[in-house]
DNA sequence: GATGAATATCCCCGAAAGGGTATAATTCCA
DNA sequence: TGGAATTATACCCTTTCGGGGATATTCATC
């Protein structure tokens, strides 16, 4: 699962709308938005803040071999 | 581990300089050293680029409880 | 279908990332 | 201990991220 989509499924789960989350991270209304969309340009200081809620963070793992 | 000391580590084993590793991933060198150094603002398709080259890629992970 | 909430898309702008290069500082062998 | 290789720091410059706000668009509920 890429990390959009593990965020966006992490937010449904504790029951968040994407102003909710950005707003307890601390990020951008936006950011939020072209996270959940995939965007692969992010800053990692900021998905960590977002990942942060749910206790986690960025970190290298094996790539996914379709 | 942080990414930053996971990704010298890495570099090491397989011989490579920063010079190198910044050629064969197609970042910069600085990119390269502020990464290493453990800079937190990092753009994540940059990272991306380096950890494809050992097999890896940017996921989230549970957060290190020290 | 109507109403309202949630999400997506577009604009402008300041702040900062990342590239290149040059120059120190460091490391590592011979 | 000298010198080459590697790594760290500093500067300028271009690109673009990310914020805020305004405007669609989708979605759910009645």
Redesign the pocket.
Known sequence: MSISEHI?SK??TYG???????ERS????????????G?S???????N?VLALFGEELGAVKSEVL
């Open positions: 966006k937010r449904k968040l709308t994407q102003t909710e989350l950005a601390g990020v951008g209304l936006r950011f939020v938005r072209e996270m959940e969309q965007k340009t992010l800053r990692m200081d900021k998905v803040q």
